[in-house]
Nanobody, 123 residues
Framework: VQLQAFGGGLVQAGDSLRLSCAAS????????MGWFRRAPGKEREFVAA??????SYADSVKGRFTISRDNAKKMLYLQMNNLKPEDTAVYFC???????????????????WGQGTQVTVSS
């Protein structure tokens, strides 16, 4: 399984950006897919996840970010609206077939990771 994230960039506070993640290889529509991010000097943190149409978000992005997927195209998306400087980070997509719902936020349950795409939000 290979994942490739793209769509990052430099934007101003209040702007929108959409990240994409292309999956290839032996994935399944039932697999959980998620977005994580790592800001400079901070630990990797959960952003959002989706499985079988159900979604989950970190409190810090709830109401501003929307995760979605196109199973036919094997694509994962993260629509980010009203971006804030604190959203600045490298964003990673990830997937796994062993993530349980109660551990969606736990990066240890995700086996496959994309290379990351940088999002920088200026104030």
């Amino acid at each position: 399984v290979q994942l490739q994230a793209f769509g990052g960039g430099l934007v101003q506070a209040g702007d929108s950006l959409r990240l994409s993640c292309a999956a290839s290889g032996r994935t399944a529509n039932a697999w959980t897919m998620g977005w994580f991010r790592r800001a400079p000097g901070k630990e990797r943190e959960f952003v959002a996840a989706i499985r079988s149409g159900s979604t989950s978000y970190a409190d810090s992005v709830k109401g501003r970010f929307t995760i979605s997927r196109d199973n036919a195209k094997k694509m994962l998306y993260l629509q980010m609206n009203n971006l804030k400087p604190e959203d600045t980070a490298v964003y990673f997509c990830a997937t796994s077939n062993r993530v349980i719902w109660s551990e969606l936020h736990n990066h240890n349950f995700y086996d496959y990771w994309g290379q990351g795409t940088q999002v920088t939000v200026s104030s």
